[in-house]
């Protein structure tokens, strides 16, 4: 697994600690017992109807139910960090998506797939027909709640590991996946149309939330 510098060469944005320990708990303790359900995706851009759906051959995850209350602090949080990713990635960034909370089980995962535009590797071209809100977003980021461990630990995941593909430009690297270590309180920015994967958890259970820039 890399470390955090060499994602960072490869022009990710990565804050660590971007929540104090004490907030990631809270949150955590939030989670663990909040209700959830199926998370959905889009079918491929090439089919007539665009309607997000259950797919459990590409996803498995479950999007939580949170208070108003919750969402809105971490979007708060979230919106200082706007000027500094604007200059990071050279972009005017004009807002922000309302984040969501997921919680990945044993078994979850998420198949490659982008956030924004979907491209095929290599080719990264805006089909007119894709939804609004995926053509606003222009960053994403992941924020990490609990660890990913090698052996099975309180609090803490085993596999699930944040893949990415695509950080470096010759095409034999294009598929090439980047496995990303997964911190409590690590924060990591991306531009939407970047793939990834998160591969499927083998104990414990993942927590992470996300959010949109656009």
């Not at 998420?110 to 995926?134: E, I, K, Y």
Request: proline share 7%; with cysteine.
């Amino acid at each position: 697994m890399l470390s955090l510098d060499l994602f960072r060469q490869l022009g990710l944005f990565i804050q660590p600690n971007f929540l104090d320990h004490r907030s990631c708990i809270d949150l955590l303790t939030k989670l663990q017992t909040a209700d959830g359900q199926p998370a959905l995706v889009l079918p491929r851009q090439d089919r007539q109807i665009l309607t997000a759906q259950v797919d459990p051959y590409h996803r498995q995850t479950e999007q939580l139910q949170v208070p108003s209350t919750t969402t809105d602090w971490i979007t708060a949080q979230l919106r200082q960090l706007q000027p500094t990713l604007a200059r990071h990635f050279n972009l005017e960034l004009t807002g922000i998506q309302n984040p969501l909370f997921y919680r990945y089980s044993q078994g979850s995962f998420f198949g490659a797939h982008c956030d924004g535009l979907r491209p095929t590797f290599g080719h990264r071209t805006l089909q007119s027909d894709a939804p609004s809100f995926l053509q606003e977003r222009q960053i994403s980021v992941i924020l990490f709640l609990n660890e990913q461990t090698p052996d099975p630990q309180p609090r803490c995941y085993c596999g699930g590991s944040l893949v990415f593909y695509g950080l470096i430009d010759p095409s034999q690297w294009q598929t090439h996946g980047f496995p990303f270590p997964g911190q409590p309180g690590l924060l990591v920015a991306f531009r939407s149309d970047l793939w990834h994967e998160v591969q499927a958890v083998t104990a414990g259970e993942r927590y992470t939330l996300v959010s949109w820039y656009t």
